[in-house]
């Protein structure tokens, strides 16, 4: 498929004639949908005896993704993966999402084109139909906002406030990739950085960038992986839906903000604490070497490095049944006990026998760094 | 209730503060929500027998909304009327709406404030639940998007591609008052405009502007209802559920994009031509006057101007009884027959006995003022 001239803009094409762009880049919609995009709202069947669940999450140009750092292809994934993410959070199966862009003028409609491709392919693969959306101009940065629609049985849905004392915390996959591989992706490019449209194209200028040790992300450094985790998170959805179908937790959360900031929440949600083991943690080797490299604590930055998008559960030891269910559904994707759901409220890192203080996750408005 | 310090920002507070603060400000939610507010998505019971019906609409701060010409508040009212007035043209009743917002650090929470508020106060009168939703910060202007979720029988569902030969088209209540309020307000601004923050305090510096001999929108001059009609449209909630219930229409669309655009919409969907009566065209007084005050042929400009969010429907004569239980459980709200669906494909306006082509409406990324 030969590509657009890149000079080609939204505001050369006109809003309808993106939106009719973006129309055709959708496969048709699926049975139990009434009406698709095209009408002023869209019509869906709910699933039979089911609940519906919704949320939406918006992704700023300039906050959650950088041209520099990655592609507009890149953004259109994530802005889909981490509502799909929620969605699993509550044990929920995805069906439906909506797509709102504010677009600014200047933006080429081929990194249109690659955002909603890339959207669309995450979604087929969840079997989750886009029906409806929004495009609008905007004089600043690109915006992506994506509602996703599913359904949950009625006795099926995870909350983040059902933990109970003596409950075990998982995790699962694996912590601190996708920190450290945003974290490397700001190292490489503090020397003068790719320009936008070709992004997945590293540069040669790692040997000439000021900063002091750290080790760059070009392919063989061992990173690839965590830039991939960052640019690309894969929403853990089979995980989420089967752990609602099996019964197998009570309280559930997605790792959005990172695992600090996660069981905080469960914990205040569910009147408890939570006291979680550092040995245990299961942090991405690489994302490890790398933060110790930079001259980080690998268990704080695991603990605080946000969108790993895997998801903390709790479960009591007597649903390890059921959770052995869940590991035959969900075929290699480790889940790991990392901690235990305490009567005594607030949250500790048991680490060399002592209780630390656990920080909690990144906050918008007040960066850190 | 005291005014908080206007100095203080959403950067002063945080995102989790900003959060709570909204939180605050949402009454309880009603039954029929299993989790609202402050999980990681938000789970409802749908309504039995029925389908689901969603759309999503943003708001840009300086395409959509502007802090010379109106309020924050208005623009959390108007976020949600325009999905309101999407669902309602669906035939829906609304059920729930997310609040997505983008807020640039600078943003005072007091404006945050108050655009909650307004939304919820709107929501209250349409018996719609918030239930979630998102918050970032943007280095951008302010975005404000909304999901609004509702619910219509099977055979209720009003879509715009259902219009037949024969049909009469008609309009609920007035055209053109939001355009020419906004016009007029933009005329008031050409002198100083109010700072942001004070928005609703017309200025008097009318007197000074240097733009010809356009009246203005100062109290009493007869255009404030206009003005009103543009900062907080009203959506035709009652009449859409009205129309689905008895049957009563079979195209339908909302007058987002002006009547015009609309037709033009329901025309090609439905494989179809419209002709328009000029004459017949609601066109509300004062915006009339003003159109030829300033120079426009009132028609003309009615048409094209956008976010009167009427309703525009699709009825063949057999219907008139349906149509008479309609007027009894909207009571008030004019519908207004305004010309025909045709075999002939394309839109035309007669005026005089004669045909005129008719132009479509606002179109996004290709500002034509």
Redesign the interface.
């Known amino acids: 498929m030969p590509a657009p001239e890149p000079a080609i803009t ?2 050369d ?4 004639a ?1 939106v009719a762009r973006i129309h055709a880049r959708v496969p048709p919609p699926p049975a139990g949908v ?2 698709g995009i ?9 699933d039979r005896g ?9 992704l ?1 140009e ?3 993704f950088d041209p520099i750092l990655g592609s507009t292809a890149d953004a259109g994934h994530k802005a889909l993966a981490v509502n799909l ?3 699993a ?2 044990g ?1 199966r995805p069906r ?1 999402a ?1 797509l ?1 862009l ?2 600014p ?1 200047s933006c080429p409609i081929a990194d249109v084109d690659a955002l909603v491709d890339a959207l669309v392919a995450l979604a087929a693969r969840h079997r989750t139909a886009l ?11 690109l ?1 992506v ?1 994506v ?4 359904s ?1 049985g009625r006795r099926r ?1 995870l ?3 059902a933990a109970r004392p003596g409950d075990i915390v998982y995790v699962s996959g694996a912590l601190g990739a996708a920190a450290a591989g945003l974290a490397a992706l700001r190292t490489r490019t503090e020397a003068p950085g790719p320009a936008r449209g070709d992004p997945g194209d590293p540069p040669e200028a790692a040997s000439g960038r000021s900063a002091g040790p750290a080790p760059d992300a070009r392919p063989g450094s061992g990173l690839e992986g965590c830039v991939e985790r960052h640019r690309r998170p894969e929403p853990r959805v089979s995980l989420g839906v089967a752990l609602g179908r099996n019964r197998a937790a009570r309280a559930c ?2 790792l959005s903000d990172g695992l600090g900031d996660a069981v905080h929440r469960i914990a205040a ?1 569910s009147h408890a604490g939570v006291e979680l083991d550092a040995e245990a943690l299961p942090i991405d080797p690489a994302a490890s070497a790398w933060f110790a490299a930079t001259g980080l604590d690998p268990v704080l930055a695991a603990l605080d490095g946000g969108e790993d998008y895997e998801l903390a559960f709790t479960s009591p030891p007597r649903f390890r049944g059921r959770l052995r269910h869940v590991r035959q559904q969900i075929r290699g994707l480790a889940m790991t006990p990392v901690g235990v759901v305490t009567k005594d409220p607030g949250v500790r890192l048991r680490r060399g026998g002592k209780d630390e203080p656990l920080p909690r996750g990144y ?4 960066p850190r760094k």
Chains 1, 2 share one sequence.
């Open positions: 939204v505001a094409l006109g809003e309808r993106v009434t009406v095209g009408d002023d709202a869209a019509v869906v069947e709910p089911a609940l519906t669940v919704v949320t939406t999450d918006t700023v300039g906050v959650h993410s929620d969605l959070a509550m929920a439906y909506l709102a504010s677009l003028a029906i409806g959306g929004d495009v609008t101009a905007s004089p600043g940065p915006v906002g509602t996703a629609v599913g949950v849905v909350r983040r406030d959360i997605d949600g906050e918008h408005f007040s």
